[in-house]
């Protein structure tokens, strides 16, 4: 999700200002109740973003993806508890039965399991309309139709035998026939479900455990047409009560909900009281409330009077929160408060369109700006204690990350002028003024300044602009920004889901932002992913990220770091990188 659901791909505004994504969770008293009437638990939370749809194949920003994953459910989910991330079955019975030569998988859908009520469903005779295998294969080409594409067509394209011819079949026709089969994703009976790739795909199931690869029931869709963004109807822990994006979305406990809390775990989680409640129905608050709210310090100052269950440590007071050695300070650990610290799928990068006339053309030019960039300094002013330097393409989150490895594209002002000198442009002289295009906040204008001072010290000639969100999308699709700062949130724990972004045969913006393009990094590529992780591939992924440190098409900046408080009241809560539906475990006790 780009930060900057790249999820890859998932899209944050103004990101590093402040925690993109504020969390808020507050207990109700139980005072406000009858003595005899157990208080209703209830999770008060806060986006600082609206949310702008809970369609999942829609949900390709960050705040819309962790709503609609509330609601919406898919094949599979992440283990809650174990690290490395593990996949289980969620709507599945069981993980597939692989067949063909690793092209063919086969699921038995759960028997258990309804839509949440509706008037728009189709019902049964127990007056709930069943989950059916082929809920699933019209969800996922919904990801290919044409006529309401999907940012998020990418986790499918060229992967399932079929379904881009069924893609162009569908452009040709006056309307999209959904009956139309695909040879590689079909239903046999209600309970299976067959996806045969076009090959062998290791990271394949990754993909099925995002949240936008959710089943979603086709009357639903029919009936509310482009309002299905706001109608919310799927088979997860809590059902839709009332959606007003400017103001408060509101969620119900599903009490016909199929999931219990993990059974098992790390070894360190029994002893942190994580598996109290193995075993028990999910989920364990009756509502949940979601206030949009573009200010974090009232809630902060909530947070700190104990009116509020879970809040991330905000940039601005990282220093006063965290000491030198990681650990909360006495201030804050008198409280009774606990910090949960844990790697972010999350990266921050410097990025240059390939496609623009003198940059996509002058490697040496490139290489001398990502010189003048100094990456320690930029993550002690803006992201303090809650970020590592950028070394390496491959996240924290994945199992092939190397803590040892250090980047050649290392800060240095002299390499920097000599690089400029060989582009063509020693002390700048001859280079026209480049644009660095940023975000309207402060803290993104902060960011810009830096990075214009950073060249400017070489010579390199920077002017700035700043526009809105909806404006850089546009112009990031258009291919007509020339450099920018923003974040990336890998899709799933393996390192392929790092390199997919700069495959010359992944053309979408959203994904390939750069408009990358190495005939000698695709062929590479392409027999990486079709390896599986481990030793044997390693080599391969050195040598992918040394073509992109060559090539210079994109510096990552900063790896983040997830820092979060949560009061003495809160159970249950473990940082999840990469999984948005752990609201469902988590536990409110009231004094």
Known sequence: MKLSLGFRNICYAGMMLIPNLTLIMSL????????????????????????????????????????????????????????????????????????????????????DVHFHPDSCLKIGENGLRSLRANDFVYSIKRFANPRDPSRLWYLFEGKIQGLNEWKDRQAKLPATNFDDPVEGLFAPDPRT???????????????????????????????????????????????????????????????????????????????????????KSLPFADVVEVSYSAEWMPAWMNFQQGNLSLYPVPKDLMLNVVDEKGNLTSEYAKKGLKLHTAPSMHQYHFSFNMKDLLLGKNKLLRQAIFASIDREKFAQLFMPKRAIVGQSFIPLTSPDF?????????????????????????????????????????????????????????????????????????????????????????DYPDAETAFVNFWGKNPSAMSNENAYSNPEFDALYEKMATMKPGAARRPLLKKLNAMLEEDAPQLIVANAIERTLTQPTLKNFKPNAFD??????????FK
Request: proline share 7%; glycine share 8%; charged share 25%.
């Open 580 to 589: 948005l539906r752990t609201s469902k475990y988590w536990r409110v006790e």
């Open 402 to 490: 190397d803590p040892k490895y250090r980047s050649p594209t290392t800060y240095s002002i002299d390499r920097a002028k000599k690089l400029l000198a060989q582009a063509g442009f020693p002390d700048g002289k001859g280079l026209p003024p480049l644009t660095f295009t940023g975000f309207t906040s402060t803290s993104a204008r902060q960011q810009a300044e830096f990075f214009q001072n950073s060249l400017k010290a070489i010579g390199v000639p920077v002017q700035l602009e700043f526009v809105e969100w909806n404006d850089f999308q546009k112009r990031l699709e258009n291919r007509t920004l020339q450099m920018w700062m923003m974040g990336m949130g890998a």
């Open 193 to 279: 479900l067959v996806i045969t790739l076009t090959q062998p795909n290791p990271h394949f199931l990754w993909a099925l455990a995002m949240t936008q690869v959710a089943a979603v029931p086709r009357e639903c869709v029919e009936k509310y047409g482009p309002d299905f963004g706001s109608h919310a109807i799927g088979t997860g822990p809590f059902i839709l009560e009332n959606f007003n994006r400017d103001h408060k979305i509101t969620y119900r406990k599903n009490p016909a909900y199929h999931g219990r809390y993990p059974t098992t775990g790390e070894k360190s989680d029994r002893a942190e009281g994580l598996l109290v409640d193995s075993g």
């Open 28 to 111: 109700v008293s139980g005072s406000a109740f009858a003595t005899s009437t157990p208080p209703i638990k209830i999770l008060r939370l806060s986006t600082s973003s609206k949310v702008e749809t809970l369609d999942p194949a829609q949900a390709d920003d960050f705040y819309s993806s962790l709503e609609a994953g509330r609601v919406y459910e898919g094949l599979l989910q992440y283990h809650y508890l174990k690290r490395p991330f593990e996949l289980e079955p969620l709507l599945a019975e069981k993980m597939p039965e692989v067949t063909n030569g690793g092209k063919t998988y086969t699921f038995r859908i759960k028997t």
